[in-house]
């Protein structure tokens, strides 16, 4: 069975052909809204379950904590304080609204407690 199709070009009054879009369907429904695929490359490093245990953290590596649970619960306390629009900065007043702001109210309030914190890394 044949099937009849528009025309996708029609002549205007001027004689010049216009293009307008088809009813059928020109695309197919694998090409919309999809990226292509890519080749997938499988190396050897980045194989599963290839971490041995050795390279997780234990207890007999280096110190135990970086920071203090008392440190810990200021941190809390201000992302909590964020989190409601409560929370301030310093001199300026303003209403913290980044994340790492937060926490380093909570860690700068923490050091002044005397929570065992790292000090500050300094600003280049």
Known sequence: MATTRRSTSRTSKSGTRSRSRS???SRSSKSRGKPPARASRTTKSRTRGSHSKSSS???STGSARKYS???GEFVEEEMH???QGRLKSGQSGMTVKNPKQAVAIGLSKARKAGAKVPQPKKAA
């Open 23 to 25: 009813t059928g369907r």
């Open 81 to 83: 304080e964020m989190k």
């Open 57 to 59: 953290r234990s207890k």
């Open 69 to 71: 649970p008392k440190a």
